[in-house]
Structure formats: structure tokens, C-alpha cells
């Protein structure tokens, strides 16, 4: 079992940035793909990025490609989402989650740990 706990939303201004982080404690972290989700009011959960448990792939919504940026580091049990170039509709809540394979998968159902989120707000 793993518990993933996120931190680091907030509100900030367009243009402005802000740096998820997601601290996970349990079987061991580097196993895992780790995933960042976001949701808004009334949308549906959709991916945003994804990282391989050994740091060599990523993968980006086109929605944010170029403006966030994923990374890990499998010594603090961590992953973090720096997201750059904030837009008004990049509010949502965000949450990071895990799967045990190795592909770098979009479909939220894939992923079977998830943390309790995080909102942040970008107002215009």
C-alpha cells in the first residue's frame, strides 16, 4: 500500500507559477509510475503528466507541454509538478497518483494509488 499526500496549491496570478509536490510513504516509491491529474468544477478528472519510475520518460497533456514540467526523486519519496506560464483555465484541483506498470498510461483507472489533492487557483 502506498499513501501519497500533496501539497503546494494555492492561488496565484496568470503568468505566475507554482511547484506540487507529492510525498508518498509505504512499499517502496520508486516502483512506481507516478501520474498528476487535475479536475475543475463540473469536468471530468483528465491527465496531465507522467513520469517513469526511473526518471527517463515523461509524457504531457498538449494542454500543458512546455509549461509544466514533472520530475521525482525516489531518495525523498517525492514528485513534483512545476507548472510555469499559469493559466485561468489551468484551475482545478490537482492530485498525483501511481500505478505499478511501466507504461506511461492517461487513463485515470490505470493508476491505483491516489493522494486527496490539491486546488489551485489562477485568476486572471
Known amino acids: 500500500q502506498v499513501q501519497l499526500v500533496e501539497s503546494g496549491g494555492g492561488l496565484v496570478q496568470a503568468g505566475g507559477s507554482l511547484r506540487l509536490s507529492c510525498a508518498a510513504s509505504g512499499r517502496a516509491f520508486s516502483v512506481y509510475t507516478m501520474g498528476w491529474f487535475r479536475q475543475a468544477p463540473g469536468k471530468e478528472r483528465e491527465f496531465v503528466c507522467a513520469i517513469s519510475r526511473s526518471y527517463d520518460n515523461t509524457y504531457y497533456a498538449d494542454s500543458v507541454k512546455g509549461r509544466f514540467t514533472i520530475s521525482r526523486d525516489n531518495a525523498r519519496n517525492t514528485v513534483y509538478l512545476q507548472m510555469n506560464s499559469l493559466k485561468p483555465e489551468d484551475t482545478a484541483f490537482y492530485y498525483c497518483?501511481?500505478?505499478?506498470?511501466?507504461?506511461?498510461?492517461?487513463?485515470?483507472?490505470?493508476?491505483?494509488?491516489w493522494g486527496q489533492g490539491t486546488q489551485v487557483t489562477v485568476s486572471s
Open positions: 497518483a501511481g500505478r505499478s506498470g511501466t507504461a506511461m498510461v492517461t487513463t485515470d483507472t490505470l493508476y491505483i494509488y
